[in-house]
């Protein structure tokens, strides 16, 4: 089904009161390809881990990640995951994201800054949104975002075609800066566009994006929106969305990363909430949005998490 885009007027001075405020606050934005029974179908993958490192990072993973996948391999079935990786320039991240597929990524809300014309204004038209580094503002305006340097990568996997990776499909990724605040919306920002971009996924369904470490800004958990499309035609028509997510960022790198200059704000702010506090990621606390990250305040952080559709 196409998404219903209506326009409402948020307050741009400071974050929404009732920003994030799941799915039924955004849910004219939101869209799921798969009926709820199909979803409760896939219950004997439920422990598959969602997340993964990027393509050619050779950083740990989680603990969690080895019994995902073992658990995961058989409800993803040997010759559908054969098949995909054969159809894609295979990597150990491809190949170990198509044996852990079979839950489908949490729909969430877009919230009330996503900036793709569902609330004012639309980045999805303007020449220059797809990119893969997205820390400056683009066109006419030209401030740039500062902070910790994070690269993040998705992999988007069709879970209706044996988990086969989504070449073609486009991302939308958006969030805030290091002050908590969203261009194009914030008072400061709303002739600035940065922190905001498109990609078209590549062979193994991925698509990557440099940016800076998000703040953690006051009721909410530190997090990255994203909107998948099933083209880029789609995507920047502002077209049908597939699914609307978050990914949701480690604890351990937010710590380091708000020890840094510039972070102040978010070290009182992580302390008041927490993934099961969190209204977004609180259901289940995250475990099918969190990231898997390497990397340091000092170099930067690199991210990745599977996203099954």
């Known amino acids: 089904m196409t998404t219903s885009r209506t326009h409402r ?35 004997g993958a439920a422990a598959a881990l969602a997340a993964c490192a990027p393509a050619g990072n050779t950083g740990s993973t989680s603990s969690a990640t080895s019994t995902a996948t073992s658990a995961a391999s058989s409800a993803a079935g040997s010759s559908a995951a054969a098949s995909a990786t054969d159809a894609a320039t295979a990597t150990p991240t491809l190949t170990r994201a198509i044996a852990e ?32 580094d997205i820390t400056a503002s683009f066109g006419s305006a030209s401030a740039k975002a500062e902070g910790v340097p994070l690269t993040f990568t998705l992999t988007l996997l069709d879970n209706a075609n044996g988990c086969a990776p989504m070449a073609g499909a486009a991302v939308y990724a958006w969030h805030c800066d290091r002050d908590g605040k969203y261009s194009m919306y914030d008072s400061s920002l709303k002739n600035e566009n940065y922190l905001r971009g498109v ?3 590549d062979a193994n369904g991925q698509v990557t ?7 953690a800004y006051s009721g909410r958990w530190p997090h990255i929106h994203f909107e998948v499309f099933e083209s880029m035609n789609n995507a920047t028509a502002a077209g049908q969305v597939l699914a609307v997510s978050q990914i949701a960022l480690p604890q351990a790198a937010c710590d ?27 259901d ?11 990397g340091s305040a000092a170099a930067g952080y690199t991210a990745g998490l599977n996203v099954t559709i």
Do not use: W
């Open 209 to 215: 994006f440099t940016s800076i470490f998000p703040a």
């Open 9 to 43: 007027q948020p307050d741009v001075d400071q974050p929404h009161p009732d920003h994030d405020r799941g799915l039924e606050f955004d849910l004219n934005t939101l869209v799921s390809r798969r009926s709820l029974g199909l979803f409760l179908g896939l219950g």
């Open 101 to 132: 597929c079979g839950v489908e990524i949490p729909q969430e809300t877009a919230g009330p800054y996503p900036g793709d014309g569902s609330n004012g204004p639309n980045v999805l038209e303007a020449s220059g949104v797809v990119r893969r």
């Open 256 to 282: 380091d990363v708000y020890a840094a200059p510039g972070y102040e704000r978010s070290i009182t702010n992580m302390s008041r909430t927490s993934l099961k506090s969190d209204n977004v990621f609180g």
């Open 284 to 294: 289940d606390g995250g475990i099918y949005q969190l990231a898997t990250m390497t």
């Open 199 to 201: 990609q078209e996924a």
